[in-house]
């Protein structure tokens, strides 16, 4: 794929807000720490989430995320 239509493909993507781990407990009203074991393997319904090597972020108002929330809200 040649580099204009990678950039191409990129703009017609939709851009989520890369959060933190504390920007989302923060936005959620949680501890940072529960944010964090719920990234774990171990967890059975884990956050949805993207690994940079050892850092952890979250797109904010992702289908994925807003799901996630939705179904943790009414169990």
């Known amino acids: ?20 781990a504390a920007e989302l407990a923060e936005r959620l009203n949680l501890p940072e720490s529960w944010v964090r074991e719920m990234t774990r393997s171990r967890t059975s319904d884990p956050i949805p989430h993207h690994r940079f090597g050892r850092y952890v972020r979250f ?12 179904r943790r809200m009414r169990g």
């Open 1 to 20: 794929m040649s580099t204009k239509a990678q950039a191409s493909q990129l703009e017609t993507q939709p851009h989520f807000e890369l959060l933190t």
């Open 59 to 70: 797109e904010w108002a992702s289908p994925q995320l807003t799901d996630w929330i939705n």
